[in-house]
């Protein structure tokens, strides 16, 4: 039978694979249990495909275990092979160990690291894996790994057409040391990951298996997928970041509120922490009155609160409603400088740093010619940063935002020519 923590798993198809589940399950309804997850510091940030396994963790820390954050400050120098079609480019040690510092700071927004038996763990795998010998290594722990189980895993069997390195061969290993590691540290008896890591995970189970004839587990979660076949986590500026330098709170909500209806109740299960009975009525919603966008609005609001704070909600949420209704003007520069952040936006050079505004609606593609755009301003149907335009002289510097009609918006940023 489900212990709660994994039935809650279950009801939000978190579950991609699980080791021995009834064992599994039976483990963790005995005591609280130590599980890890590995972030490899490939980026200076995390994205949101990172949340998964993150709140996964936080899951866990809710139930009453303890979660640990790997860091991987070692395996990041070797290059995971998992869903990579060639060989990745290997960082310098310093580059690593910076990326490595900025997500130890990043994690920490999301579990409790400083109170009770539960307090998480933050731990970096260069700590141990720097200090191995070569020779002791591969007798002690290469012996418990067959080269046939080892190529017919699928992050390596993908890559034997294209090639692999021997560097990228052995990361199993090390991820797998790095289980064995963290259960004789801290009794770490559970991993979890990203569906693509059941064959490492796998490895690490196996390990502690043969070496400490004790048992382990592994529990993997499905890849978040697009309804519509698009990668999740990308827009036309790029990834969506957890950074708020990268991707702005603003960034983030609207991320979230462009959800289309087919994907938006399973987001809500992966991303967020409200009761499934709620996810449910809003799936409803999203059936009886998909125009309101209620599901979205949730979601948008949940998930930027835990990522930036509820602060930043309120903010991203102001400026939602603002260009909303049309009315900017009431928007702070900085309120502004966030909107054209996610708003097409076209770079006008000026000699005097200065351009008309029917210019400015040549070059956003906004009025086809300076007829049709002293036509649209005659009518009334242009707004610059939220003040109507009457007059065809009047002039844009810096950065600006334009309206035309109720609906849409570009931005002008205007350079020296």
Avoid at 31 to 39: C, E, K, T
Avoid at 43 to 59: C, I
Avoid at 124 to 140: A, T
Avoid at 277 to 305: D, F, H, N, S, Y
């Amino acid at each position: 039978m489900a212990t709660p923590i994994l039935r809650d798993f279950q009801q939000r198809d978190l579950v991609a694979d699980v080791t021995a589940p009834a064992e599994f399950a039976a483990h963790l309804a005995e005591a609280p249990r130590l599980i890890y997850v590995g972030f490899d510091p490939t980026a200076d940030s995390l994205h949101v495909g990172n949340l998964v396994p993150l709140l996964g963790l936080r899951r866990f820390q809710l139930a009453g275990h303890r979660p640990i954050v790997l860091v991987g400050g070692g395996t990041g120098l070797i290059g995971d092979p998992s869903g990579k079609a060639g060989e990745r480019a290997l960082s310098p040690q310093e580059q690593v160990a910076a990326a490595a510092a900025r997500l130890k700071a990043q994690v920490r927004r999301f579990l409790d690291f400083d109170r009770g038996p539960h307090a998480a763990l933050l731990v970096d795998n260069y700590e141990w894996l720097s200090k191995l010998e070569v020779i002791p290594f591969m007798r002690d722990i290469g012996k418990h790994f067959g080269v046939g189980a080892m190529v017919a895993r699928e992050s390596v069997r993908a890559r034997l057409g294209t090639g692999i390195s021997f560097t990228e061969f052995s990361y199993q290993v090390l991820q797998a040391y790095d289980f064995l590691a963290l259960h004789e540290r801290y009794g770490c008896t559970a991993q979890m990951g990203g569906s693509d890591q059941w064959g490492n995970i796998t490895a690490g189970t196996e390990l502690i298996r043969k070496v400490r004839g004790a048992a382990a587990y592994g529990l993997t979660l499905p890849l978040v997928a697009k309804a519509d076949g698009t990668k999740f986590g990308k827009t036309e500026s790029g990834t969506v970041w957890l950074d708020p330098a990268r991707t702005s709170a603003y960034e983030m909500y609207q991320f979230w509120l462009n959800t289309p209806d087919s994907d938006v109740v399973r987001f809500l299960k992966t991303f967020t922490f409200l009761p499934i009975e709620e996810i449910e009525a809003l799936g409803r919603l999203v059936a009886e009155a998909p125009e309101k966008r209620e599901a979205q609005r949730v979601l948008a609001a949940e998930v930027t609160g835990l990522v930036h704070g509820p602060s930043a909600v309120e903010e991203a949420e102001r400026i939602s409603r603002a260009l909303f209704s049309g009315d900017v003007s009431s928007l702070s520069e900085r309120d502004l400088t966030e909107a054209l952040r996610t708003i097409p936006s076209t770079r006008v050079p000026a000699a005097n740093g200065a351009v008309l505004v029917t210019e400015a609606l040549l070059a956003t593609g906004l009025a086809s010619s300076r007829r049709a755009a002293r036509e649209l301003i005659a009518t009334g149907a242009i707004q610059v940063n939220g003040e109507r335009v009457r007059d065809t002289a009047r002039e844009i510097t810096g950065r600006a935002l334009i309206r035309k009609g109720k609906t849409t918006y570009v931005g002008v940023e205007v350079t020296p020519a």
